[in-house]
């Protein structure tokens, strides 16, 4: 059985930051994680959040899972627009992470700028979302 954890960041920030390149902040990391049968299955790890403006969001999931349900999505996308109120939300992707690029835009993310040589195989590219065009809040 598949369940949403909120309460421990300690955990499913570690793991997600483990596949995305990151380092846990637990003064500033938020995260909520999916688990499986005991273990996690995708997070998202929030950060570098300014209040009422913008957060940054940093999704991971083992391949082949199936985790990004509408209900997950929704889940995911509320706690930023509708709990923490802020307008858009962020998704840096390295450039050379094809897979990471192609779900955020199919997501509804879009580029919004890139930053050259940033990363040691090329570019970060920030992908952008705002509440406006957000498709899994139901609003």
């Known amino acids: 059985?598949?369940?949403?954890?909120?309460?421990?960041?300690?955990?499913?920030?570690p793991w997600v930051?483990?596949?995305?390149s990151g380092i846990y902040n637990p003064?500033?990391?938020?995260?909520?994680?999916?688990?499986?049968?005991?273990?996690?299955?995708?997070?998202?790890?929030?950060e570098s959040y300014h209040p009422g403006a913008s957060i940054a969001m940093h999704v991971a999931a083992e391949p082949g899972k199936?985790?990004?349900t509408p209900h997950n999505l929704k889940v995911w996308f509320s706690y930023p627009f509708k709990q923490l109120g802020v307008n858009k939300v962020l998704a840096?992707?390295?450039?050379?992470n094809g897979p990471a690029r192609r779900f955020n835009e199919h997501l509804g993310f879009t580029l919004e700028t890139r930053v050259k040589g940033?990363?040691?195989?090329?570019?970060?590219?920030?992908?952008?979302?705002?509440?406006?065009?957000?498709?899994?809040?139901?609003?």
């Open 92 to 96: 840096p992707v390295k450039q050379s």
């Open 118 to 139: 940033v990363c040691a195989d090329g570019d970060l590219l920030i992908y952008s979302m705002d509440r406006a065009h957000c498709r899994f809040l139901g609003d």
């Open 66 to 68: 199936r985790w990004a």
């Open 1 to 13: 059985m598949k369940a949403l954890v909120f309460d421990k960041p300690d955990v499913v920030a």
């Open 17 to 20: 930051w483990a596949r995305a």
């Open 27 to 46: 003064n500033g990391d938020a995260a909520i994680g999916l688990v499986e049968d005991g273990t996690i299955i995708a997070g998202v790890v929030y």
